[in-house]
């Protein structure tokens, strides 16, 4: 094989990549169908025998950004003799937050 050839033959075999800070790891790859899947990792804090694994990966969430935008207009606020309103109770999803089983 000449030089070329194996580096395409690496470049088709290759899968994602890894970066490593001082305390995680960013992991791309990309699956079967070549869609993208992004992890992060991080040390695992409860390891206590050989046997435990070093780093616990999860799938990365996308972040949402809020791109700043323009606040409309209100109309000017009239004064009150009465207490404010008390803010609306936040509404509970039936769903499990999937954040509770994380382990750090």
Do not use: C
């Not at 606040?71 to 207490?83: G, I, R």
């Amino acid at each position: 094989m000449t030089k070329e050839e194996t580096k395409k033959y690496w470049q088709d075999r290759e899968v994602g990549a890894v970066w490593v800070s001082e305390r995680s790891l960013k992991i791309k790859m990309k699956d079967r169908d070549g869609n993208p899947v992004e992890f992060v990792g991080f040390p695992n804090r409860f390891k206590n025998e050989a046997k435990h694994p070093d780093w616990s990966l999860f799938i990365s969430e996308e972040k949402k950004e809020n791109p700043a935008e323009p606040t409309p207009k209100s109309e000017p606020v009239k004064k009150q003799n009465s207490a404010p309103a008390p803010a609306p109770a936040p509404q509970s999803s039936s769903e499990p937050d999937p954040m509770d089983d994380v382990p750090f």
